[in-house]
């Protein structure tokens, strides 16, 4: 009996060639498109996503599905990404939307709709090892999302498919166009998960009230910036400074939404941080002996620096080898790597073992 695969599509190349190529190799693969909630002052896309996603399916020739989770993205989201904002701390919308939606909500579903399993286009690979899963980096490292994914367990691994993970992305668009498909030329998305193509801070305007305030340098006030929830541990752009205090640039050190003031540095040292606490970790597998080394993403696409985690009562804390810029609420993720030294950029064999949220 052929296994039934719900590919998540986007309407984007990625997911239109994982169907594809699961179509080729003998699944039985269904389409399934995911209405999400979009806010009425960015135009509307979703529609032709969807009708985009129609067309790769009738050129696959697989079933089409739509499945509406538009309530649980707002609240699960959208809502929970604005309320962070608002309390001065940089969430990641897309770890919330794959926990939430693509490995909660869509898994569920399609599991109910009776799916062996669920496939997306995300650049990522997983392989068993020693009777577990392991999450590891894509084949593209520019286009790597493991870091997005750290919070899967090992019941999501076990019933996703990464097609394309193993990949690179020319490799990807090449495809397409073997496969005919109607989106091949289509360039990549960008933005807000699945809401679209608008920058984070016309987006907070809408849901946070903001009225600008003073931007301070060692007690003394530099400039003005426009609301204290937009600017996050490192930000060197978004705010002004005096013509007098311009000669250099400043960076965030620190932010009070309280009194709507945020703080800066002229040194990018004085933002960096020695070690941080960590809320709400999720092991991939299971939790170490502590204390861990590991190889440590605090951003999307950043160099990893070397962390030990280590565990007081219940509070895990990571102790960088060298002052690291952390954001309070961005994921701090963790890798080890399969060959026999760390090393201190990204690579392919890295595993993903889990992560936590920086406080």
Same mark, same amino acid.
């Given at each position: 009996m052929r296994q039934e695969i719900y590919v998540g599509l986007?309407?984007?190349?990625d997911s239109a060639v994982s169907a594809a190529l699961l179509k080729e190799q003998g699944y039985d693969v269904v389409g399934a498109f995911i209405k999400i909630w979009q806010p009425e002052f960015i135009e509307c896309t979703w529609r032709e996503e969807r009708l985009d996603a129609m067309r790769v399916c009738a050129a696959i020739g697989i079933p089409f599905r739509e499945v509406d989770f538009s309530q649980e993205y707002k609240t699960e989201v959208v809502e929970r990404m604005v309320r962070d904002y608002a309390r001065?701390?940089?969430?990641n919308p897309d770890v919330l939307c794959n926990l939430r939606i693509k490995f909660g909500s869509f898994a569920q579903w399609a599991k109910r709709e009776g799916a062996h399993g669920i496939a997306t286009g995300h650049y990522a690979r997983k392989r068993e090892v020693g009777g577990h899963m392991e999450?590891?980096?894509a084949h593209d490292?520019?286009?790597?999302?493991?870091?997005?994914?750290? &919070?899967?367990?090992?019941l999501d691994l076990a019933r996703t498919m990464f097609p394309i993970g193993g990949m690179l992305k020319s490799e990807v668009r090449a495809?397409?166009?073997?496969?005919?498909?109607?989106?091949a030329q289509k360039p990549d998305s960008q933005g807000l998960c699945f809401v679209g193509e608008v920058s984070m801070v016309d987006f907070l305007k809408r849901f946070i009230p903001l009225?600008?305030?003073v931007v301070l340098c060692g007690g003394k006030v530099v400039g003005e910036h426009e609301g204290a929830p937009l600017y996050t541990i490192g930000q060197r752009h978004g705010f002004s400074v005096s013509q007098d205090s311009a000669s250099h640039p400043y960076y965030v050190v620190g932010t009070d939404t309280i009194q709507n003031r945020i703080y800066v540095s002229a040194h990018r040292q004085d933002a960096e941080r020695s070690a941080v606490t960590l809320t709400d970790i999720h092991w991939v597998y299971r939790e170490p002996k502590i204390p861990?080394?590991?190889?440590?993403?605090? &951003?999307y696409h950043e160099r990893t620096v070397g962390a030990t985690i280590t565990k007081d009562d219940n509070t895990f804390a990571a102790t960088f080898d060298r002052p690291h810029m952390a954001s309070p609420g961005q994921s701090l993720v963790f890798y080890a790597s399969?060959?026999?030294t760390q090393v201190e950029v990204p690579h392919e064999d890295d595993v993903c073992v889990g992560g936590g949220l920086i406080r």
């Open positions: 986007s309407g984007g190349v001065g701390v940089t969430p999450l590891l980096r490292l520019a286009k790597d999302q493991s870091y997005f994914l750290y &919070r899967m367990t090992q495809l397409a166009h073997k496969f005919n498909l109607p989106i009225s600008p305030g861990h080394s590991v190889q440590a993403q605090a &951003r399969s060959s026999s």
